[in-house]
């Protein structure tokens, strides 16, 4: 997991275009950096808790499974202590991110159907179980 600095010939402190991306970078942050150059990113302050605040850039065309991939990469590089057995898929069970008062529930949606854009604040917020007070109960296990 070195990277593409092991599969490419360049270093990216090289070429001023790259020179912004850290030291364990990867195909999709080299994209993001070229899609940055032509005006083609959504840049976001992604607020954690604890009032912790970090820039956050996904494509336009992102979906919002993109930006979770994003922000999940962001916090590692971030948080080097973290553990790593972190269960991040549980993380996304637990938790939404929300721009405002709306809720990115739909990890398939592109983020500008949720009126995501450039220099929003996203944040976690609790997702709520849906209960319906109309559903049946479930089957009882025969012994």
């Given amino acids: 997991s070195s990277g593409i600095n092991a599969e490419w010939p360049f270093r990216p402190g090289g070429d001023p275009l790259l020179a912004d991306l850290p ?3 990867d195909t999709e942050d080299v ?3 070229i899609a940055r150059a032509k005006g083609h990113v959504i840049d976001l302050t992604l607020l954690r808790p604890g009032d912790n605040k970090m820039r956050v850039s996904v494509l ?3 979906r919002v499974s ?5 922000v999940t990469k962001a ?3 971030s948080t080097p202590d ?3 057995a972190y269960s991040w898929r549980s993380l996304w069970r637990r938790y939404n991110l929300s721009v405002g008062s709306i809720k990115l529930s739909d990890r398939n949606r592109m983020l500008i159907h949720y009126g995501v854009k450039n220099n929003d604040t996203v944040s976690f917020t609790k997702r709520v179980a849906v209960t319906s007070t109309h ?3 479930p089957p009882q296990r025969r012994r």
């Fill in 75 to 77: 916090i590692k590089r």
């Fill in 135 to 137: 559903a049946p109960p």
């Fill in 82 to 84: 973290l553990p790593k």
């Fill in 31 to 33: 994209r993001c950096q």
């Fill in 66 to 70: 993109d930006l979770q991939r994003i």
């Fill in 23 to 25: 030291e364990d970078v």
């Fill in 60 to 62: 336009h065309n992102a």
